[in-house]
């Protein structure tokens, strides 16, 4: 189950002047929008201000990477991106080459700009596992989103 961070959410590291661009499928928008909440709320916590954050909603997670690579391209003061979806596992094998398809996108747009996309397209074998991963705990996927762009901006900053 997820929730499990490496450390507590008190000892992330604040990243002030940082500028992030939250991209998000349209599929499953109650957890989708839930998760894009909690990533707000603890970039805020964190000293990124509201007018550093933007939300870009996008069709599905397929279009997601290109979304990426497009923000990157018309923003160059831009710091990263999150990207957050949800794939829901069929009766097909459709979800699993969604999932790939995203994962390979982000890492070419990543090597690209050589800027991180923290990837949160999760997926899933039920709509509950995806209310489980965007309630209000610390299993919220926009938590750790948050973890991980921290700690990799504070050390790309220690560079």
């Not at 996008?58 to 990207?83: N, Q």
């Not at 991180?116 to 209310?131: F, L, M, R, S």
Request: glycine share 4%.
């Amino acid at each position: 189950m997820a929730g499990y961070l490496p450390k507590p959410v008190e000892e992330f590291h604040k990243i002030p002047n940082a500028r992030v661009a939250i991209i998000a499928a349209m599929w499953h928008k109650e957890c989708v929008d839930s998760m894009i909440d909690r990533a707000k709320k603890e970039l805020v916590a964190l000293d990124v201000k509201l007018d550093d954050i933007s939300v870009h909603k996008i069709p599905g997670s397929l279009e997601l990477p290109y979304a990426a690579r497009c923000l990157f391209e018309s923003d160059s003061s831009l710091d990263a991106v999150i990207a957050f979806g949800v794939v829901l596992k069929g009766s097909t094998t459709h979800d699993d080459s969604v999932i790939q398809t995203v994962v390979d996108g982000f890492s070419r747009v990543s090597d690209r700009f050589h800027k991180p996309v923290i990837n949160e397209v999760i997926g899933v074998n039920t709509i509950t596992d995806a209310q489980d991963r965007s309630d209000e705990s610390l299993a919220n996927k926009g938590v750790e989103a948050v973890f991980a762009l921290s700690e990799l901006l504070h050390w790309k900053r220690s560079l």
